[in-house]
C-alpha cells in the first residue's frame, strides 16, 4: 500500500547521536501518520515515535526526552533524531505509516535500519 525507505543508520558511541530519515511513496491513499519502530534483541517490535499530519507526536516512555520525531507533510518525509543513545537502544529500526483520513490501515512498515549503540 505504501513503499518506505529509510536511511541514517550506523553505528555510534553510548551518549551521541543520530538520526533516522524515512521517505514513502507509492500510495493512492492519505498518509494520515508516520512515526518509527524498533526491534531490540529479547524483546517485541515497538513503536516508539509517531507524529500526526497535524503535527502531534507521541513516544514510548523508553525515548521521550531522548528522542525527537519531526515530519514533512509536503514531501512524506519523516525524521527521527535520536540523542543520548544508550546500548539497549541498539535494534532495527523501521519506519512506519499509518493510511487513511483516521490512520486506520496501518502500521505499514519499512525494511528496517540497523542502529548500533556500542558502550
Known amino acids: 500500500q505504501v513503499r518506505l525507505v529509510e536511511s541514517g543508520g550506523g553505528l555510534v558511541q553510548a551518549g551521541g547521536s543520530l538520526r533516522l530519515s524515512c521517505a514513502a511513496s507509492?500510495?493512492?491513499?492519505?498518509?494520515?501518520?508516520m512515526g518509527w519502530g524498533r526491534h531490540v534483541p529479547g524483546k517485541q517490535r515497538e513503536l516508539v515515535a509517531r507524529?500526526?499530519?497535524?503535527?502531534?507526536?507521541n513516544y514510548a516512555d523508553s525515548v521521550k526526552g531522548r528522542f525527537t520525531v519531526s515530519r514533512d507533510n509536503a514531501k512524506n518525509t519523516v525524521d527521527l533524531q535520536m540523542s543520548s543513545l544508550k546500548p539497549e537502544d541498539t535494534g532495527i529500526y523501521y519506519c512506519?505509516?499509518?493510511?487513511?483520513?483516521?490512520?486506520?490501515?496501518?502500521?505499514?512498515w519499512g525494511q528496517g535500519i540497523e542502529v548500533t549503540v556500542s558502550s
Open positions: 507524529i500526526s499530519t497535524d503535527g502531534s507526536t
Open positions: 507509492e500510495t493512492r491513499f492519505n498518509i494520515h501518520s
Open positions: 512506519a505509516a499509518y493510511l487513511g483520513d483516521f490512520g486506520q490501515w496501518g502500521p505499514n
